[in-house]
């Protein structure tokens, strides 16, 4: 059984910071692209960073600057570093795992940025 298990979230002030992680088991976590999404309330889930199994890196614009998306094969964990974060991040955030057009997701993690 797949299971992608998300961490890190929580309630911050604007400006604040924090990191997910998400670790992956029964996969072979060093050959999938690894992502991160969001939704939020009565939007789409859209994609905020993604870094694929050679380390390119890809990013929602309006995060580029303030989010950082890395892995570590060894933990079969991916990261992501979000800063100065800001209301509009509020969400629930999912770690996504692809390889050859099969997908897994995690259960997500709530992300509210309030003050």
């Known amino acids: 059984q797949v299971r992608l298990v998300e961490s890190g979230g929580g309630l911050v002030q604007p400006g604040e910071s924090l990191r997910l992680s998400c670790v992956a088991s029964n996969i072979v976590f060093s050959v999938y692209t690894m992502s991160w999404y969001r939704q939020a309330p009565g939007k789409q889930r859209e994609l905020v960073a993604s870094?694929?199994?050679?380390?390119?890196?890809d990013y929602l614009e309006s995060v580029k600057d303030r989010f950082t998306v890395w892995r570590e094969n060894s933990d079969n964990t991916v990261f992501l570093q979000m800063n100065n974060l800001q209301p509009e991040d509020t969400a629930v955030y999912y770690c996504n795992a692809e390889y050859d057009n099969v997908e897994y997701w995690g259960q997500g993690t709530q992300v509210t940025v309030s003050s």
């Open positions: 870094i694929q199994r050679f380390g390119r890196q």
